[in-house]
């Protein structure tokens, strides 16, 4: 089992690398043969392909310099403007975009970590306060927490009041850790008086 638990993170890594390179390597190696370039060059296939990826990982690196300057950066946001307003393009864009931005992002703009108190059922679940001041709620003090289920990406929101949440010194990446692998291996962190 422990060799099991070595393993599996790795191997799911590599092929989750190798799975994305391929892919890129097949566009890439598309591209190639459609500009003629793959002719020309006169070599195998996969040497063409991982050109593909070379190119692929430096125009992604470019593209994100590009965006710093002022006048790509209102180009990328004016694209962004106009695919968040294509009906149905706009549900598979702004998933994609909002999805990758969570990754990106710091842990601090995430949200914090509470312990969420259902108030009929008394049941207690891991949730991450998302919006402090979210637009819809109830009452003034009520905030948006997402309740992370186990071994899926998913969840509820909810709103809540204050007195349902117990906020915990926890890293959000740890909390969605700890949900993802449905607390195997972990736990919540122990307060003073329980240690």
Not at 50 to 73: D, T
Not at 113 to 118: K, L, N
Not at 131 to 144: Q, T, W, Y
Request: proline share 5%; hydrophobic share 50%; glycine share 10%.
């Amino acid at each position: 089992m422990a060799g099991v638990l070595i393993i599996t993170p790795i191997a799911v890594t590599v092929w989750l690398i190798v799975t994305v390179g391929r892919w890129l390597g097949r566009m890439g190696y598309e591209l190639a043969s459609a500009s003629g370039l793959a002719n020309r060059l006169d070599v195998a296939p996969e040497y063409v392909a991982w050109f593909g990826v070379g190119v692929a990982v430096v125009s992604i690196y470019f593209i994100g310099m590009l965006a710093n300057f002022w006048i790509f950066g209102k180009a990328f946001n004016l694209v962004d403007k106009m695919l968040s307003h294509v009906p149905g393009v706009k549900i598979i864009y702004e998933s994609v975009r909002d999805l990758l931005q969570l990754f990106g992002s710091d842990s601090k703009d995430l949200g914090r970590v509470a312990i969420y108190t259902e108030p009929l059922t008394g049941q207690q679940r891991l949730g991450i306060v998302t919006n402090e001041s979210p637009a819809g709620r109830i009452d003034n003090d009520s905030v948006l927490v997402y309740l992370p289920m186990a071994y899926m990406i998913g969840g509820p929101i909810v709103y809540a009041k204050p007195s349902e949440l117990e906020y915990i010194d926890m890293p959000v990446e740890m909390a969605l850790k700890l949900a993802a692998t449905a607390f195997i291996g972990g736990g919540l962190p122990q307060s003073d008086d329980e240690s």
